[in-house]
């Protein structure tokens, strides 16, 4: 498996990354060498294997529906970029 | 008094041979000593440190101490710590005050335990060098043109050092034992849900686990008892009591069954490595362990499997990194778009924006069964043969920790794929969630090599016993790179 | 609208029904409406590097309950996946929801339909997710600000099957949904704060077609009148599409209220690749078959059995059975007021559904802030039952209870409005008109019956009203015999 160029560009739009043109063949020889190792995985039979997400057989543990948190929005304002009036601030969203 | 263990510094502390303020003032000077070259702190935290440490200095006199109360240590800068900048390694970070504590530092605090400053790091912890950090590589202490491995390369350059007497750390695929094992460390990655991830900025969910890198193992087992725990505010935290790590180190190994699993002793390990790994299976046998040939056949799938699971989850995780709530943000941007786009591309260095692509890649439309899926079902055929092996009779697994000793800077750096096979026998026990060490076994042209062990869940009590046993028995652990043995 | 002979729609909706919980879904931040902006956003909420989701149980609980009031299956085990998209009000960069093992599946609500049958409607799953912030742009030049204040407020997001036909069917069953869950006190049922939100999937296709036509979904339609419109909408506008020879692109669109018309959103080519996986923050959830029926001996009593049983044990009329169930809360008043006041319950159903609920109607009320508590009520029906007041006086006490001059026995006091059941009293009256009216009462001993109204009414108004009604009726029927 490899990637083109192309490729790279439209996962880096997936994942909102700015690529400078120079780093795009790159990134396309470095992922398709590593997409190569990763192919290894495809002749491995796993037809009756159940995939494994966590490496511990529990369940999810439940917490009382409690309010717990304080308003501390000043605290964490305090390191956003740009807020006003208690909101973040992003350029205008068009819908 | 940085070559003494941990209990002796507690016991000096308690005989006032020093005061934490003085033990803390030590380390603050070693660190401005040598810290120029090495650069394992990205953060100095002298006054909080000097604060805590009069603190400790207080319970010891009121006779309110623990064992750990006094002592100074470094916090790896992926764990939050409120008011200190967190950054992870990363540009994304670098005005990241964090509002809160990590569970863990949260739990070192409170046994008093004095945190020096904060710790280089691979950026996210996404390396095995160390030369992926926005604040620069870290050298090792045993020969300064070669890497500490990484990602907690912060971690173990300062504590093989002397410029503090242990240091968090944490382990994804090998980001503990690695950079241990080429500093002549002992460092612990317990079992995944040990240790709480709450604060713990998160690499790879399902992978991640906090750990220690100490000068022995009982060191080591020292600090990991203070952090262990269940934590409600983490859902994979398990709520089960921990073992005592510490009374059990005295134990003789007489009878203990050690698996050599062969596809770890096949070609890939270098000769020097080989060597030293069969010289500390001598030692042990001595003691009293039987070893046994043992087969875990998919470990060899480790590799692909992690650098499909690792990269999605993580791909995922650093979504959140999108300038707006904190961070970085990039200037005059003009659309939502370009903010996004801008201040990722800016914020990420090119690890970390090779595995984002890789997992968002293997997560998107059309590719998740054939990669994601897979590696998951991979996952658990690794899994299985660990299980398999314990159910046996096995009680430990030992293997050869890294490849080889440390390489100089440069040389994996641009090659992705071989950067990412150093990892090659430390990332199945990430897998499988079980929890595996790496301990010093002696040098290879004067650079330090170690081994690795792993055992089954909550086998920490255990793996340390046969770690601790194989340290009274040999000296390599007690060995100083020259510059800073006085 | 008529749809067009030979055409028929196929619609499904997705509704997001916001969990009346205390705290978020996955953070102890409250939920509270209309709170300063970012107040209510803890680290977790905005998405701080380090923080972990831990589940609230109550979530958990309204989900199920909600899955056992429309005879669905509960999943033993559910699966909470990480859904990616960038936006500002996704703080984390993705969603937690649910999509491959969803708590709540295969499920059905039953709809009357306007020729008095019912439909059945399948409900392919309802899942646990959490809500996303909010934009907001007025006020900025050329930013939009962001409130993370109802980020992680629980949902469940509740998936019918492409079975409606109409948008009448549509907002029938969306009603029937909203009476649900607000019986059930899983949801405030709140429309306009946006508690509970409707997107609408449309398609059309010649009657007979063997597939289902290309659908749009149309977004976020925040009242039942809008569901209706907008789905009216799309049918036209897509059967004019695909009469005049082009096709329906599969989209995602946004009503409209100001032009009642549909629109497409700004398609981005990314849009639909969302990338689940399972969240590895979050294990597996288990629902037991013991946590699952204690729940279903919780379920308070649903709708419908409530309205048949209305009908069997108090002998109502449908209509009034139906009107009586339509809240949980009304239900219970009226019970309230059976039990407390001892009268006849048809009795108290004719008042409750006409005389107080037209007053709070009047007054832009519910019936949980009735002026006229069921206690105080009812003394005003027990009064009629134990004959001191008739129903006419009734309705003049009614009046002043609602204006607030007291209870029932205090105002008849203070009026002195007691019924007279003093039978001399009542044939002194009678007598009295009959002697002022001889010639009405010749013509009426004539044959001019309709003129025994004329006496009453007279002899009504000679007692101010007070007279009890069938006391007065037999002595002037004896009366005027002569």
Known sequence: MSLSPEQI????QLARLQLNPEQVEPYARQLSNILEMVDRLSSVDTAKVSPMAHPLDMVQRLRADAITEADRRDDYQAIAPETQDGLYLVPKVLE | MHTLTIAQLAAGLREK??????????????????????????????????????????????????????????????????????????KM???????????????LDAAGMVMLGKLNMDEFAMGSSNETSFYGPVCNPWDKTRVPGGSSGGSVACVAA?????????????????????????????????????????????????????????????????????????STSVERPVDDLLSGLGQSIKGLTIGLPKEYFADGMSAGVRERIEQAIATLTQLGANFKEISLPNSPLSVPTYYVVAPAEASSNLARFDGVRYGHRAEGAKSLEELYKRSRGEG???????????????????????????????????????????????????????????????????DPVAMYLNDIYTIAANLAGIPAMSLPCGFVDGLPTGFQLMGNFFAEARMLNVAHQYQQATDFHQQWPTEYAS | MIIPAGWEAVIGLEVHCQLSTQSKIFSGSAIAYGAAPNSQASPIDLGMPGMLPVLNVDAVKKAVTFGLSVSAKIADRSVFARKHYFYPDLPKGYQISQYELPIVYEGHLDIEMEDGTTKRIGITRAHLEEDAGKSVHEGFQKS???????????????????????AQEAVAYLKKLHQLVVYLGICDGNMQEGSFRCDANVSVRKIGAPKFGTRTETKNVNSFRYVEKAIEYEIERQIEVIEAGGSIRQETRLFNPDTGETKAMRSKEDANDYRYFPDPDLLPVVCTQDYIDAIRKSLPELPEPKRARFVAEFGLSDYDAKTLTSSRELAAYYEAVVTASGAEAKLCANWVATDLLGALNKMSKGIEE?????????????????????????????????????????????????????????????????????????????????????????????????????????????????
């Open chain 1, 9 to 12: 560009r439209q996962v880096a």
């Open chain 2, 17 to 90: 041979k020093f005061s934490s303020r003085e033990l803390t003032q030590h380390y603050l000077k070693r660190i401005d000593a040598f810290d120029g070259a090495l650069n394992s702190f990205v953060t100095i935290t002298a006054e909080r440190a000097l604060a805590q440490a009069d603190a400790a200095d207080a319970r010891l006199a009121a006779g309110d101490a623990g064992i750990l109360t006094g002592i100074p240590l470094g916090q790896k800068d992926i764990f939050c710590t409120q008011g200190v900048r967190t950054a992870s390694g990363s």
């Open chain 2, 93 to 107: 970070l670098d005005s990241f005050i964090a509002p809160y504590d990590a569970t863990i530092v949260e739990k």
């Open chain 2, 162 to 234: 002397g410029l503090a007497p242990v240091a968090t750390a944490t382990d994804t695929g090998g980001s503990i034992r690695q950079p241990a094992a080429l500093t002549n460390l002992t460092g612990i990655k317990p079992t995944y849900g040990r240790v709480s991830r709450y604060g713990m900025i998160a690499f790879a969910s399902s992978l991640d686990q906090a750990g220690v890198v100490a000068r022995s193992a009982e060191d080591a087992a020292h600090v990991l008892q203070a952090m262990s725990g269940f934590d409600p505010k983490d």
């Open chain 2, 348 to 414: 990420f260095g090119a690890e970390v924006q090779r595995r984002i692509m890789i997992g968002t890649y293997v997560l998107s439309h059309g590719y998740y069964d054939a990669y994601y899926l897979q590696a998951q079902k991979v996952r658990r055929l690794i899994y299985d043969d660990f299980k398999r092996a314990f159910a046996d009779g096995i009680d430990l697994v030992l293997s050869p920790t890294a490849t080889d000793v440390a390489f100089k800077f440069g040389e994996n750096s641009d």
């Open chain 3, 144 to 166: 939009s600000g962001i409130d993370l204040n109802r980020a992680g407020t629980p949902l469940i997001e509740i998936v019918s099957e492409p079975d409606l036909r109409t």
């Open chain 3, 370 to 482: 009735s002026p006229i508590t069921a206690v105080a009520f009812a003394a005003l029906l027990k009064r009629i039952a134990d004959k001191t007041i008739n129903g006419k006086i009734a309705k003049d006490v009614f009046e002043a209870m609602v204006a607030g001059e007291g209870s029932a026995d205090e105002i008849i006091q203070a009026k002195g409005l007691v019924q007279v059941t003093d039978e001399s009293a009542i044939i002194a009256a009678i007598d009295d008109v009959i002697a002022k009216n001889p010639q009405q009462l010749a013509d009426y001993r004539g044959g001019k019956d309709k003129l025994y109204g004329f006496f009453v009414g007279q002899a009504m108004k000679a007692t101010q009203g007070k007279a009890n009604p069938d006391a007065l009726n037999r002595l002037l029927k004896e009366r005027l015999a002569g």
